[in-house]
């Protein structure tokens, strides 16, 4: 039998799962964790992209995060999420527009936004996008 953990990713006013996963991947601030069950306690901040949790050998469910929180307790992983959609739900031209506004901000000279926040709006959507690719490449 294998050993699995809880995981619960939430977001603002909703949980977006829950359930048993024999591992997890996250995009942690200094670099991708993997974690298994039993993991030594942990707490991290998450950057944008995508948090992968693999239920068993044949399920694995990709979701996109905008950044938050994540804590590691031996039988339980927490994602406190700014923003979390399953990959599967992400609104493509949504992104791409929001790709194409940022890029457009970072390239006006007027200051009307700030670079640093037009380079956030980018990497997300950027990261949304990477998330479809990976889904799609999975074939689902």
């Known amino acids: 039998m294998t050993t699995?953990?809880?995981v619960d990713i939430?977001?603002?006013?909703?949980?977006?799962?829950s359930g048993l996963a024999e591992m997890v991947f996250a995009p942690?601030?200094?670099?991708?964790?993997g974690i298994a069950p039993r993991h030594a306690p942990l707490i991290t901040k998450l950057r944008p992209g995508?948090?992968?949790?693999k239920i068993n050998d044949k399920e694995t469910q990709p979701f996109?995060?905008?950044g938050g929180m994540l804590e590691v307790q031996p039988h339980v992983i927490t994602i406190l999420a700014d923003d979390a959609i399953r990959a599967k739900d992400i609104d493509?031209?949504?992104?791409l527009d929001a790709k194409k506004k940022a890029e457009e901000a970072?390239?006006?000279q007027t200051g009307t936004i700030s670079y640093s926040t037009a380079s956030a709006q980018l990497a997300e959507a950027?990261?949304?996008?990477?998330?479809l690719d990976r889904l799609r490449k999975l074939g689902k």
């Open 4 to 6: 699995t953990v809880h």
């Open 10 to 17: 939430v977001s603002v006013g909703r949980e977006v799962f």
């Open 28 to 33: 942690a601030e200094l670099g991708e964790l």
């Open 50 to 53: 995508e948090v992968r949790v």
């Open 64 to 66: 996109y995060v905008s």
């Open 92 to 95: 493509e031209a949504a992104a």
């Open 106 to 108: 970072l390239a006006d």
């Open 126 to 131: 950027m990261e949304q996008l990477k998330s």
